[in-house]
């Protein structure tokens, strides 16, 4: 992981969490809006946000009476939204073409503004945009002090640090 501390690199990032973010307001997510966007050579090739796969379905949070399952939603995560996207506009589906220079740029939104968020968490979305040849990811992050910080990520460390966090936060009591 590299954190961005040049000004000028934050300030080139930053533009593409706003465009991020922008997706994010689309979406209906009554938990978290998230956008994302996937950059080639400062070119957007991929843009999505999280939506729940059958509108109708949204949100099975509110018939839960108790927290025997951390997550029960059936939405498609904005990641996954933006690598379907890179392939059916930009790549046609096929793997084969260079996925150099390709990183992922992840935004939190409340409010409508982009927000800090959290560390790698989702091994789902990891391992898909990992298996589909992105190379990095962009994170802009809270830090436990109240800060916050920009962490560009290789994609083999963010799906290690997806998984750590997964089995830290999501394993099953007995």
């Not at 260079?98 to 990183?103: E, H, K, L, Y």
């Not at 409010?111 to 990891?126: I, T």
């Not at 589909?132 to 994170?139: D, F, N, R």
């Not at 990520?153 to 799906?159: A, G, H, V």
């Amino acid at each position: 992981m590299r954190i961005i501390t040049s000004k000028e690199e934050r300030r080139r990032l930053m533009k593409y969490i706003e465009i991020a973010a922008d997706l994010g307001t689309q979406s209906t997510c009554k938990k978290s809006q998230r956008g994302f966007v996937i950059v080639q050579y400062n070119q957007i090739v991929g843009r999505g946000y999280n939506r729940p796969t059958v509108p109708d379905l949204c949100c099975m949070r509110e018939a839960m009476t108790d927290q025997s399952r951390k997550e029960l939603c059936d939405a498609e995560h904005a990641e996954v939204m933006g690598t379907l996207d890179m392939f059916k506009h930009h790549y046609h589906t096929t793997m084969d073409r260079s996925m150099i220079a390709t990183m992922g740029i992840h935004a939190k939104v409340k409010d409508g503004r982009p927000v800090p968020g959290g560390e790698p968490s989702c091994p789902g979305c990891s391992i898909l945009m990992l298996s589909s040849g992105i190379e990095a990811m962009l994170l802009w992050e809270k830090e436990a002090s109240g800060g916050e910080k920009m962490c560009l990520y290789d994609m083999k460390e963010f799906n290690r640090r997806s998984l750590e966090y997964h089995l830290r936060h999501h394993r099953q009591k007995i």
